[in-house]
């Protein structure tokens, strides 16, 4: 078994890393980071290679593998209708994932290991901007509890395994993310790919205009996801505590500005249509980011540059891996992308 190592030492670029659930938005960005700073000897697996619910198998990849560092960024995630349709499924096989890798990487002498949640794991109605300490202090989303439940049961377990094996087990908590690789259903995709989406459908097809819900003045934070795996790395290297880290922008745009910005970037000349007889949902939701500007680090992805660069990859595919190479000017919708991501899955 390993005790806690100090923080604030580089990682050995020749350490074995574990990123689960590396075909993801998050996983695949942190293969990214991790290989772009010099780490040269991650290793890798796919849902069919090795299914991280059954135990067995896991406790055998890591007799043989030996990982010294891991990043669990393997989860089942969907949208609101999903989580309400399969509640059983989300709480279940994300707790079957965590307890696995979490119980495994500890017996099996990993050094280290990074377990990412979601900021769905604070109440509905928490405090603004949402500090750490809001964890637990009411009643959840209802859309999405069932997820959150598991998320926040992923934190109290590395939490218990830190403190009584003295185990090197840290959490960290992204807002909402978005770049390569994100999911644009048109059903369970997030705010800002569903917008492109239907932006860049409305442009192919030549519509006059395009209807969003609501009023566009609720404020959210986004975080590009190349932000989040640098952070990730950072976290690695630089972090070493019980409680769970807040990864945020610590900037705030209305729904309206993030429309209309990506309406610019898609190049719609449409118009936008706000249906105020429609939700807005919560007012406002932005991480407290202090904690880990404090430890001195900082994102660096401009939200236009982010959208700006999404937009790219949507076009012209992704550079790290071998999606169908077509420019999304010669098709009507994004299902060859979603048809993609689901097969790297």
């Excluded at 928490?126 to 202090?137: C, G």
């Excluded at 992204?174 to 994100?182: I, K, R, S």
């Amino acid at each position: 078994m390993t005790a806690i190592d100090a923080v604030g030492s580089k990682l050995d670029k020749s350490a074995k890393i574990f990123v689960a659930g590396h075909r993801g938005l998050v996983g695949s960005a942190v293969v990214r980071r991790l290989r772009a700073v010099g780490f040269t000897n991650l290793i890798l697996r796919s849902h069919s290679e090795l299914d991280l619910t059954i135990q067995s198998a896991v406790k055998t990849f890591f007799s043989i593998e030996k990982p010294q560092y891991v990043i669990l960024a393997a989860a089942k995630v969907g949208g609101i209708h999903a989580n309400s349709t399969y509640p059983a499924d989300f709480i279940t096989v994300n707790l079957q994932i965590q307890t696995n890798v979490i119980d495994s990487a500890y017996r099996y002498g990993v050094k280290k290991l990074l377990f990412l949640g979601s900021s769905c794991i604070y109440p509905k109605h928490a405090p603004q901007p949402i500090p750490e300490s809001a964890l637990l202090t009411g009643p959840l989303e209802p859309t999405n509890e069932w997820y959150a439940i598991a998320k926040i049961a992923g934190i109290k377990m590395c939490q218990a395994y830190r403190i009584q094996y003295k185990w090197d087990a840290i959490s960290a908590m992204p807002t909402n993310l978005y770049g390569p690789n994100d999911n644009f259903h048109p059903e369970n995709s997030h705010v800002l790919p569903a917008l492109m989406r239907r932006f860049h459908e409305a442009k192919v097809s030549g519509a006059k205009e395009v209807v969003v819900w609501g009023s566009g003045s609720p404020l959210r934070e986004f975080l590009h996801v190349d932000d989040l795996a640098d952070s990730v790395v950072f976290l690695l290297e630089n972090y070493s505590d019980l409680e769970h880290v807040n990864v945020g922008s610590g900037k705030e745009v209305s729904i309206k500005e993030l429309a209309e910005l990506v309406k610019e970037v898609v190049g719609f000349e449409g118009e936008l249509v706000w249906d105020t007889s429609k939700p807005d949902g919560t007012p406002r939701k932005l991480m407290d980011n202090s904690t880990l500007a404090k430890l001195g680090w900082e994102p660096k992805i401009s939200l236009r540059d982010g959208v700006v660069g999404t937009y790219e990859w949507v076009e012209v595919g992704s550079k790290m891996s071998s999606p169908p190479q077509v420019g999304l000017n010669e098709v009507t919708n994004f299902d060859w992308i979603v048809e993609w991501v689901e097969q790297l899955r």
